[in-house]
Structures are given as C-alpha cells and as structure tokens.
C-alpha cells in the first residue's frame, strides 16, 4: 500500500493540538482544511482518510459527514469531538457514517490505529476497484467490444498507456468510440476513484471555453457573482477529455467485429424494449458485415436499435434491416466462370491475380454465399470480405 494521505478538518475553536499531534511521525502527508473550503479540497486533495475535531456540535458534525460522503461515499471518516458527549451521541455518530469516534483527549496509540486501519481500508478499495475493471473476457474491454486484432492492439495500448501520467491524444472518426477509449484509460488508472470531467469542446462557444476550461474568481467580471472552478481543477486528480478538438479504426476496417457489436447492441436494445430477439439471421449478419457502415459504431447501433424497436421477432432478418443496406444483397450480375490463365508454363501471373480469380470462382460455385465460399476457400469469413472489397468483386 501506498503512503497515506489525510485530509483534517478542525474547528479552530477546539484548541487542541493533540490531534494532529498523534499524526507526527507515522510519515502519512497530512493537510489542513478549514470549515469553510474543506468541501473544495477534498476533490483536489484525493485523500485515503479524513480526521474530523469539532466540539460538542453533533449536527454540524453529521452534515458535515454528510458533505464529505456525499463527495465520496467510500472515504472513511474519524471523528473526534470535545467536549461531554453522551453515549447516544457516539451511536449517533456511527451511525452517520463515522468510520470510528474519539473524545478529547485522544488516545494517541488508539487514534493512529484507527487512521492507519482507515487508510489501509480505502486504499484496499481502491485496489479491488482498479481490479474489478481489469477482469473482463475477449472481446471486451470496459464498455468496448472488438475481437479483432486492431481492437486488441488499442485494448493492450489502453492498458499501458492507463498506467502513466501522460496527456493522451485520442483521433478517430466520428462514432468509433473515442469517449469509450478516454473513459477506459481513466478507469485503468490510478485515478479510477477521483473525478471524469468529459468536455465537448465543439458545443462551447469559443469566448466562453476559456472560463469553462479554467474558470474565475469572484468579482472577476461583472456578474461573477461567486467562484467557478474550471473543468481544469475539477478533474485534478482525476482525468479531463477534451472531446471534439478527431486512432480508433473505423467499423469498415475491422468487419470481423461488426457480428460480435451487432450481437450486443441487440441483446441490450431487445433487453431495453422488452423484446424477443436473441440473434441475428446469418443472412442477414452477412449484409451487415458487407456494408461500410460510414457512421461507424453509433450507426451499427443506431440501425440495430430501430430494428427491434420497429419490429417482433426472435430472430432479426434481412428484411427487418434498413433499405440501404438490403440494397448490398442485390447483386444482379454474378461472375463469369474463369480459370486461371496459364497458358503455357513460361506465363507468370501475379499472385493478386490469382487470389482474385480463386475468389470470384469460389463465390461462383458457391452462388454468392460468402460463408460457404470462406470455408472452401479455408480462409476466415471477414478475411474474405475484406478481399472481395478489395478487389472490387461481387457477390
């Protein structure tokens, strides 16, 4: 476990030095906050453990309790009160939340075991919690889906890069996900617990961005009638994503992940409906693998969702999908029967050439059934599609 960090809020009417007295030397880093900006600080300061000395003040004592759990409900609260404080009180006090409860003059032995008992408790949730979000299976990372290789290849980076302090530039085309990526690499980092300040930098006006970004004293222009903190100290100690300022790799790049999303935005949209679809047709996954899917992601998911929303079935099928991607099915020319034109054995032919003409004769045989063709061919299925765009075929 890492060195501790306390936050002490103390009324300075108590006098009594005896609290932070018992902190000496334990070599936890210890800062002071006052009555009045304790609730500003303690976002800024990220502790493992706040110390709390008021006097006899039980309801000031609750609501400030109140305050801090209501910042973070899992920071462990110890409270030490002066003054003659019943039985009840104490209960009360537990029963607010109080993570342990002291009266002046502390016992200093007992306090630091208390403290260290807290921080250690806090930082252990915080380790459960990094690793609760690392455990996931293939194909998902956090709220993320993709089998294939690109998408491992950003999983792996996302888990690297999560664990510096780097600032982290996130491009892509619009709907691939880049929030996905931003918010993946905060809750895998060391700052999972503290705050995530997402900004959509493109719907801010641009003579307003600048106060939105670092915010303003009070008095600091007319009508700044009290202080704002900026998204800047917001997310200190956190993460801040400035999105819209554009490398997710688009859907059409990846066609092998589209059965994998397809599949998931169904069980979640059928789920949200209170529908009966469980899968897809695999004519029909054949289509949606087929299209190039220019709003990449968010329109996989948008058409998915109109799907079910618009339709009763078990099984989604070709003509529940949108007319513009049943228009990939109609292919009324089929190609033509070729063989490989080696005429004579001194003829080279370049080896496109031939993956080519083995593909268009594989989805002739098969009657454009690309599932079948992949098989024969003994090749993955989005491989194949890959190559039939690549080369320009039909099927």
């Given amino acids: 476990m890492g060195r501790g960090k306390i936050l ?34 303690l976002p800024l300061e990220g502790p493992d453990c706040v110390l709390l000395g008021l006097r006899g003040d039980m309801d000031g004592g609750k ?28 209960v009360e006090a537990m029963k607010a939340g109080a993570f342990d409860y002291f009266l002046l003059p ?3 032995a007992r ?13 252990l949730a915080k380790r459960v919690f990094l690793l609760e979000n690392q455990v996931g299976w293939r194909g998902r990372f956090d709220n993320i889906i993709g089998h294939s290789a690109k998408m491992q290849e950003i999983f792996q980076l996302v888990h690297t890069v999560a664990k510096s302090n780097a600032t982290v530039l996130i491009t ?12 993946a690499l905060h809750v895998h980092s060391h700052r999972a617990r503290e705050r995530f300040i997402d900004i959509n930098c493109g719907a801010i006006p641009r003579e307003l961005l600048e106060n939105e970004l670092f915010g303003h004293e009070r008095g600091a222009f007319t009508g700044a009638d009290r202080r704002y903190a900026g998204s800047c100290e917001r997310a200190h100690k956190g993460s801040l994503f400035l999105d819209e300022i554009c490398e997710m790799p688009p859907l059409r ?16 949209s059928a789920t949200k409906a209170e529908k009966l679809f469980v899968d897809f047709a695999s004519e029909a996954l054949d289509l949606l693998v087929a299209y190039d899917w220019p709003g990449n992601v968010r329109e996989l998911e948008n058409v998915v969702e109109r799907i079910v929303v618009l339709h009763n079935d078990t099984q989604a099928k070709i003509k529940h ?3 513009h991607i049943q228009k ?14 080696l005429v004579d054995p001194q003829t080279i032919v370049p080896l496109d050439l031939v993956e080519k003409y083995a593909i268009e004769a594989a989805l002739e045989k098969c009657v454009g059934n690309v599932g079948e063709a992949a098989k024969r061919l003994k090749i993955g299925q989005a491989t194949l599609y890959r190559k039939i765009r690549q080369y320009g075929l039909r099927h």
């Avoid at 990939?328 to 034109?341: G, I, N, Q, S």
């Fill in 321 to 323: 999908l949108p007319p």
């Fill in 328 to 341: 990939v099915a109609r292919r009324t020319d089929r190609p033509r029967e070729l063989v490989l034109p």
């Fill in 253 to 268: 790049e990846r066609p092998e992940d589209v059965p994998l999303l397809a599949k998931h935005f169904l069980e979640k």
């Fill in 8 to 41: 002490t809020i103390i009324d300075p009417k108590l006098r009594d030095r005896s609290i932070l007295a018992a902190l000496e030397g334990e070599g936890w880093y210890v800062r002071e906050a006052g009555l009045s900006d304790y609730q500003t600080m």
């Fill in 172 to 183: 892509g085309e619009s709907g691939t996900g880049k929030e996905l990526v931003a918010r």
């Fill in 111 to 123: 306090l630091r075991l208390a403290v260290a008992n807290a921080i250690r408790l806090a930082q």
């Fill in 63 to 90: 609501a400030i309790l109140q305050a801090v759990k209501a910042i973070d409900d899992n920071l462990p609260v110890i409270w030490v009160v002066g003054g003659k404080i019943s039985v009840e009180g104490a």
């Fill in 106 to 108: 502390v016992d200093a």
